[in-house]
């Protein structure tokens, strides 16, 4: 790939889009559908990342735990790239391109131990669920296709937010991480309270 390649941009109104919409109603519905592609894509990502980052206690059952999210996450960014293209749009799916219309930060954790990664994506699953509500909203305005497939990617997310969650979670319902308002603080919630778990045992 030459260094000189630039970034993909997405146009503005498609020469068509799909049947019962403007092609203006088409662009907005495509613009919230980038910005969830960038998110699913990032999310993908972050989760091979943990996958091969986890350590210590636990790592059999987190490491194998990750794989069919990474799975069903790449699979939510085909259909949503692909939703884009049958809009009549260009989905851009380029790193460079992600990195650089994402709201958010790169994941800030590397190696370490199983149930502090899990911290870190407690707070990466709410910021990807949160903002896909928003998404379901704009998109209920202009199309039901649209907000139907981000509906049914939003019940797969709060059920894998929900796995991660299962690990953080006392007998009593509190969440470890519960408070925290960065990866790093989650992360580190997470941690003292599996050590603290441990040394009461
Ligand atoms: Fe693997």
């Known amino acids: 790939m030459a ?8 146009e503005g109104a498609p020469l068509y889009t799909v049947p019962g919409l403007s092609t203006e109603q088409g662009a907005q519905v495509a613009v919230v ?3 969830r592609l960038n998110a699913l894509t990032d999310l993908h990502l972050t989760l091979k990342h943990v996958h091969w980052n986890v350590v210590g206690p ?9 794989d069919p999210q990474v799975e069903a996450v790449r699979d939510m960014a085909d259909t949503t ?5 049958t809009l009549g749009l260009s989905p851009v799916g380029t790193p460079g391109a992600i990195v650089a219309d994402r709201g958010w930060d790169d994941y800030s954790v590397g190696r370490a131990g ?6 870190a994506l407690d707070l ?3 910021g990807v669920i949160e903002d896909h509500r928003r998404a379901i909203e704009t998109a209920g305005e202009l199309d039901p296709i649209t907000e139907d497939m981000l509906i049914a990617q939003s019940a797969q997310l709060e059920q894998f ?3 991660v969650r299962a690990h953080l979670e006392t007998s009593g319902g509190q969440l470890s991480t519960a408070g925290a308002e960065t990866e790093r603080q ?9 050590g603290a778990k441990r040394e009461t045992a």
């Open 161 to 163: 937010h929900w796995f």
């Open 114 to 119: 199983a149930i502090e990664h899990l911290g």
């Open 186 to 194: 989650a992360k580190r919630q997470a941690g003292e309270r599996a």
């Open 3 to 10: 260094k000189e390649s630039k970034k993909l941009k997405s």
């Open 33 to 35: 559908l980038q910005d």
């Open 81 to 85: 790239a692909e939703r884009i293209a």
């Open 124 to 126: 990466v699953y709410a």
């Open 58 to 66: 636990h790592f059999v059952a987190v490491h194998e735990m990750l």
